[in-house]
Protein backbone atom coordinates (compact mmCIF):
# COMPACT_ATOMS: atom_id res chain seq x y z
CA UNK A 1 0.00 0.00 0.00
CA UNK A 2 1.10 3.61 -1.01
CA UNK A 3 1.15 6.88 1.18
CA UNK A 4 -0.63 9.25 -1.17
CA UNK A 5 -0.04 11.76 1.66
CA UNK A 6 2.39 14.60 0.34
CA UNK A 7 5.50 15.08 2.56
CA UNK A 8 6.21 18.46 4.28
CA UNK A 9 9.20 19.80 3.82
CA UNK A 10 10.93 21.70 6.57
CA UNK A 11 13.65 24.33 6.08
CA UNK A 12 16.44 23.86 8.19
CA UNK A 13 14.87 27.11 10.32
CA UNK A 14 11.79 25.07 10.91
CA UNK A 15 10.95 23.81 14.25
CA UNK A 16 8.98 21.04 14.61
CA UNK A 17 7.75 21.25 18.39
CA UNK A 18 4.69 22.24 19.29
CA UNK A 19 3.63 24.86 20.58
CA UNK A 20 3.42 25.54 24.24
CA UNK A 21 -0.76 25.04 24.58
CA UNK A 22 -0.49 22.38 22.66
CA UNK A 23 1.71 20.28 24.70
CA UNK A 24 0.55 17.83 27.68
CA UNK A 25 1.39 18.69 31.05
CA UNK A 26 2.64 15.59 32.71
CA UNK A 27 0.11 15.56 35.44
CA UNK A 28 -2.92 15.48 32.36
CA UNK A 29 -0.88 12.55 30.71
CA UNK A 30 -0.75 10.57 33.93
CA UNK A 31 -4.70 11.57 34.68
CA UNK A 32 -6.04 10.45 30.67
CA UNK A 33 -3.60 7.13 31.17
CA UNK A 34 -5.10 6.53 34.75
CA UNK A 35 -8.45 6.79 33.12
CA UNK A 36 -7.93 4.79 30.45
CA UNK A 37 -5.69 1.71 32.26
CA UNK A 38 -8.60 1.83 35.12
CA UNK A 39 -11.77 2.25 32.43
CA UNK A 40 -10.73 1.34 29.46
CA UNK A 41 -8.08 -1.27 29.56
CA UNK A 42 -10.12 -2.65 26.43
CA UNK A 43 -9.87 -0.35 24.21
CA UNK A 44 -5.91 0.32 25.11
CA UNK A 45 -5.83 -3.45 24.02
CA UNK A 46 -7.60 -2.40 20.96
CA UNK A 47 -5.00 -0.13 20.24
CA UNK A 48 -2.21 -2.47 20.35
CA UNK A 49 -4.20 -5.27 18.27
CA UNK A 50 -5.38 -2.95 15.62
CA UNK A 51 -3.46 0.32 14.84
CA UNK A 52 0.08 -1.51 16.18
CA UNK A 53 -0.66 -4.72 14.82
CA UNK A 54 0.08 -6.70 17.53
CA UNK A 55 -2.90 -9.38 17.16
CA UNK A 56 -1.54 -12.00 19.57
CA UNK A 57 -1.28 -9.30 22.22
CA UNK A 58 -3.11 -9.91 25.59
CA UNK A 59 -3.05 -6.99 27.57
CA UNK A 60 -1.70 -3.55 26.93
CA UNK A 61 -1.28 -0.89 29.34
CA UNK A 62 -1.16 3.08 28.19
CA UNK A 63 2.25 5.12 29.74
CA UNK A 64 1.95 8.33 27.98
CA UNK A 65 0.25 10.77 26.20
CA UNK A 66 0.81 13.98 24.56
CA UNK A 67 -0.45 15.46 21.04
CA UNK A 68 1.44 13.65 18.69
CA UNK A 69 0.65 9.80 19.74
CA UNK A 70 0.79 7.20 22.97
CA UNK A 71 2.65 4.79 24.29
CA UNK A 72 1.51 1.89 25.52
CA UNK A 73 3.40 -1.10 26.94
CA UNK A 74 1.76 -4.82 25.15
CA UNK A 75 1.86 -8.10 27.12
CA UNK A 76 1.95 -11.43 24.37
CA UNK A 77 1.98 -13.89 26.65
CA UNK A 78 4.77 -13.88 28.45
CA UNK A 79 6.53 -11.28 26.53
CA UNK A 80 6.09 -7.92 26.98
CA UNK A 81 6.81 -4.57 24.64
CA UNK A 82 7.08 -0.61 24.74
CA UNK A 83 5.47 0.65 21.46
CA UNK A 84 4.55 4.20 20.66
CA UNK A 85 1.62 5.00 17.55
CA UNK A 86 1.77 8.11 16.64
CA UNK A 87 -1.07 9.89 15.38
CA UNK A 88 -2.13 10.86 11.52
CA UNK A 89 -1.97 14.54 12.39
CA UNK A 90 -1.22 16.45 15.86
CA UNK A 91 -4.22 17.26 18.42
CA UNK A 92 -4.56 20.39 19.42
CA UNK A 93 -4.62 20.04 23.16
CA UNK A 94 -5.45 17.92 25.56
CA UNK A 95 -8.98 18.64 25.27
CA UNK A 96 -8.93 17.13 21.72
CA UNK A 97 -7.55 13.77 23.19
CA UNK A 98 -11.01 11.98 24.73
CA UNK A 99 -12.55 12.51 20.76
CA UNK A 100 -9.77 11.33 19.44
CA UNK A 101 -8.84 8.10 21.68
CA UNK A 102 -12.56 7.75 21.03
CA UNK A 103 -12.18 7.53 17.01
CA UNK A 104 -9.04 5.78 17.29
CA UNK A 105 -11.01 2.50 19.24
CA UNK A 106 -13.39 2.42 15.90
CA UNK A 107 -10.25 2.55 13.91
CA UNK A 108 -8.78 -0.56 15.70
CA UNK A 109 -12.21 -2.52 15.54
CA UNK A 110 -11.78 -2.07 11.46
CA UNK A 111 -8.45 -3.15 11.19
CA UNK A 112 -9.80 -6.37 12.99
CA UNK A 113 -12.87 -7.17 11.21
CA UNK A 114 -11.85 -9.69 8.20
Not at 12 to 26: G, I, R, V
Not at 89 to 102: K, T, Y
Request: charge should be negative; proline fraction near 7%.
Amino acid sequence: MTDSSPEKALSPDQSTELPPEQDFPAEVSARICRHMNQDHSDAVLLYAQGLAGLQTATAAQMEAIDCEGMDLVVWAGEEQTAIRIEFESPLGGPQDAHRHLVDLVQQARHQLTP
